[in-house]
């Protein structure tokens, strides 16, 4: 047999094999849509499972002394453990979404069983949930605060994040019987089906799209706003600093109503301070600031009683200002009347975080970390509609939010903006930095 029909029937055999595994994938990402949306679905997040696989594994196989490097460290590292089975088979798109009949807090997520003994297991061994009550079409899972629930039976499992508790017991029975899910040829699942992003993010007013490169994650999408909306004309942002570790500035006003909220016994009517914004705000956040903070410990005093004892001491915490564009006088007078402000300090119960100051000027209303903060004055040179930055190098040389600075080191900057193209329709654009180029973005954060 001659060179030639060896190379002839090699590059045959590879194109059946191709042809194939192409179509498994297509046969993947077809069932993945079947039975698991429900019809009333609002906003709904894809995660294309598969094109994020297929993209790491490219990757590897460009760069393999990273990927092995890594992975005999983690073995070296890491005392390997019994493997615990999952017990559900992983789709080629998992979809997370909420429900207009529910509240916007409420997220549902659907994923094929494929053993309910190893999935039952799974649950109560690795996420601590504990079966809670059992019907003849699914079996109960729960946390302790019943914040988090799964059900399933020996078909589907249902994940439901459930911070308000709402009843959802008639969606659960609807998707167990595959009633009122989406069926093809609809709007919505035809929509989802023309992303090709390895996330997407769908509702009526929105998609966005983020894509994961090789050392950069890209945000794109339109936003289209709704009558009340209004973008103020001219656009006006601030100088910021160049050592400034995020900046953000939004030009936006809402005329609709905004009703009410309560904070422990304090209620804030919303109405009453968007009346007097004027639609620019502008926040940056640079260095740190000290404050004092209470630190309360107990004794014993000659009596034997427990006392406590209050020590004030310095902290630093990150000098954040934000400045709001308004009828400065009446929005600062509304917030003193309604115990919001209390002598240029802002309600603790309303920002616990931090203590947050709060002053004027004859525009402006500024809230800061720092009680005597530098403020620029708002002009009109902004290029955006909403533009946001992170410079992750700053975040981490000045130590700032030390409660996620998980891997900071591999990222670089974050840069996001909004654009009006039309009347109602913003387009974003964005883009998450690494400082290496060559690795798959969602790789050099897991390791």
Known sequence: MNIKKIIIRAAICI????LIFIGILKY??????????HKEASTIIKLSVDKTAKSIVFNALKNPSYYYDNNTKNKDSIKVKDSLKTGFSLPSNIFIYTL???PSTTWFSVIKIKDSSDFSQYLSKKYALKPISKNNNYTLYSNNKNTLTVAYN????????????????????????????????????????????????????????LMVKNGNLDIHGQLQLSNQFEIPKPLKSVNYSKNNSLQAYLN?????????????????????????????????????????????TYDYNDDFEKV??????????????????????????????????????????????????????????????????????????AKHVFSLQVDFNQVKNQQLFTFFNFNLEQLNTLNITANQEDQNTLSIKGKLSSKNKKINLLMQLKN
Do not use: C, W
């Open 154 to 209: 020996t078909e589907k499992s249902i994940l439901i994040f459930n911070p308000s508790q709402a009843n959802v017991d008639d969606v659960l029975l609807e998707i167990f019987t595959n009633k009122n899910t989406l069926i093809p040829n609809t709007e919505t699942l035809d929509k989802l089906k023309k992303q090709d992003a390895h996330v997407s993010i769908v509702s009526p007013n929105k998609i966005i799209n």
């Open 252 to 296: 936006l006003m809402y005329k609709g109503n905004l009703g009410t909220v309560t904070i422990d016994t304090t209620t804030i009517h919303l109405d009453s301070i968007n009346y007097n914004l004027n639609g620019y705000y502008s926040l940056f956040v640079d260095g740190k600031t000290q404050q004092e903070d209470t630190i309360v």
């Open 308 to 381: 406590p004892i209050k020590t004030l001491v310095n902290k630093d915490v990150p000098n954040i200002n934000l400045q709001l564009d308004a009828n400065a006088s009446k929005l600062f007078q509304y917030l003193n009347n309604s115990i919001i402000v209390n002598q240029k300090t802002v309600n603790s119960k309303i920002f616990p975080l931090y203590q947050l100051h709060a002053d004027t000027t004859n525009q402006d209303v500024l809230i800061s970390t720092q009680k005597q903060a530098n403020f620029s004055k708002l002009n009109t040179t």
């Open 15 to 18: 194109s059946v094999l191709l």
């Open 100 to 102: 207009k009949s529910k």
């Open 28 to 37: 993947r990402d077809y069932m993945s849509y079947k039975n698991v949306i």
